[in-house]
């Protein structure tokens, strides 16, 4: 259910909630929130057609079909509908949130940046701090030999100095 929360945009990487899915938990936001989520979450079946949540049945079986390759009798597509059916449940497609506008507004005026980064120290260097995850799926194995050559082969070619 997590992995299907974060393909809609309901939660995070870490499976924490989104702020689209406390808007969908608002009555008063929760169809925008949802037909947002179907854009989200079925965005390659928007691309081929930007009215998908107006097809039929079997015209959205035809575009999942056609999308994902399935044979006519595979056993992914009827669940894949039902999920799209239950979020359109919820969904409408009239205009966004009042607040949703005001930031939308609020987004399109250009602002100066009025305090510019600093070199931070004696050194010169600005104070920019980056972090990245990096998600590792090790092969089933008991042989430490492996694993160790793993994480030296990762220690080699990330944790290298990066003024080289």
């Known amino acids: 259910m997590t992995a299907y929360l ?9 499976g924490s909630p989104t702020d689209f899915y406390k808007k969908f938990r608002n009555t ?22 930007e009215y998908m949540h107006k097809l039929s049945d079997e015209e959205l079986k035809g575009l999942v079909l056609e999308e994902t390759g399935a044979e006519q009798d595979s056993a992914t597509v009827p669940l894949i509908i039902a999920c799209i059916k239950q979020l359109k449940k919820f ?11 005001t930031e939308k507004l609020h987004k399109d005026i250009p602002t100066l940046d009025t305090h510019p980064l600093k070199p ?45």
Request: charged share 20%.
């Open 6 to 14: 974060k393909k809609i945009g309901f939660a995070t990487a870490d």
């Open 28 to 49: 008063t936001t929760e169809g925008w929130a949802a037909a947002q989520a179907l854009k989200t979450g079925y965005a390659p079946l928007y691309v081929r057609n």
């Open 91 to 101: 969904a409408k497609w009239d205009t966004p949130p009042e607040e949703e506008k």
């Open 120 to 164: 931070t120290g004696n050194s010169g260097q600005l104070g920019l701090n980056l972090g990245y995850t990096i998600n590792l799926n090790l092969p089933a194995t008991s042989d430490p030999a492996v694993f160790n050559a793993i994480f030296r082969a990762l220690k080699e070619h990330l944790l290298k100095p990066t003024n080289e």
